[in-house]
């Protein structure tokens, strides 16, 4: 099945550093959902997205839904050390099964003291 | 507390034998989902069920079998046919409809030595 593509595939910031990772799709995408995922956890749900240029914010985390519907943006302002993890995008294509979800490949998140 | 619970956390097998990984949701939810997860990837769908006694092959259904009688639940059975079994499992649930958003279980970790 599709894949979509994430990038960083994986960074090392410094603590209260601002972070940006997108994903890329060469389809179009109705929906778009960013989780994060703890060692060992299953992912949790951070912020849904459902309208083209849609902007939506989750305390320090902010997203955006492309306008070309084919992409995503997720942001984390002043990154904190239990940021990290893995951050993975999903969406919903355009085309294909109603409430089948395509995921990312993730980008995993490492914050410096 | 509504919320999807999986167990057992780890999960240990001999070669040849079948396993069945329980997933339970109290969240109302019409769909439910399985996927596999293996070290540093990303999550691939193995079944998922939109309605109660209805299920669909997902991208890596071969060695694996679901049922859902009840909306609740949704076990999944690795079979010994499954090659390489040996992964991290999560299961998940969402409303159905148009409604996308997927929430998931804590996983369970599978061992076949």
């Known amino acids: 099945g599709q894949q979509l593509n994430q990038s960083p595939q994986s960074m090392f910031i410094q603590e209260g550093e601002d972070v940006s990772m997108n994903c890329t799709s060469s389809?179009?995408?109705?929906?778009w959902l960013w989780y994060k995922q703890d060692p060992g956890e299953g992912p949790v749900l951070l912020i849904a997205?459902?309208?083209?240029?849609e902007l939506t914010s989750n305390g320090r985390l902010t997203a955006q839904f492309g306008i070309t519907r084919k992409d995503s943006f997720l942001n984390i302002s002043a990154s904190i050390p239990s940021d990290v993890g893995i951050y993975f995008c999903?969406?919903?294509?355009?085309?294909?099964?109603?409430?089948?979800?395509?995921f990312g490949t993730g980008t995993r998140l490492q914050v410096t003291l | 507390d509504g919320g999807i619970t999986q167990s057992p956390k780890y999960l240990f097998r001999k070669e040849g034998q079948n396993v069945t990984l329980s997933c339970e949701q109290n969240?109302?939810?019409?769909?439910m989902y399985w996927y596999r997860q293996d070290p540093g990837q990303g999550l691939r769908l193995i079944y998922y069920?939109?309605?109660?006694?209805?299920?669909q092959k997902g991208d890596i259904a071969e060695g694996y079998s679901v049922s859902r009688e009840k909306k609740e639940s949704f076990p999944l059975t690795v079979t010994s046919a499954q090659k390489n079994p040996t992964a991290f499992y999560l299961c998940?649930?969402?409303?159905?409809?148009?409604?996308?958003?997927?929430?998931f279980g804590p996983g369970t970790r599978l061992t076949v030595t």
């Open positions: 998940a649930s969402s409303m159905g409809g148009h409604l996308y958003e997927q929430y």
């Open positions: 389809s179009i995408f109705n929906t």
């Open positions: 997205l459902y309208k083209a240029g």
């Open positions: 999903a969406g919903q294509p355009n085309t294909g099964t109603a409430s089948k979800l395509t």
């Open positions: 969240l109302n939810h019409d769909a």
């Open positions: 069920s939109q309605i109660v006694n209805d299920f």
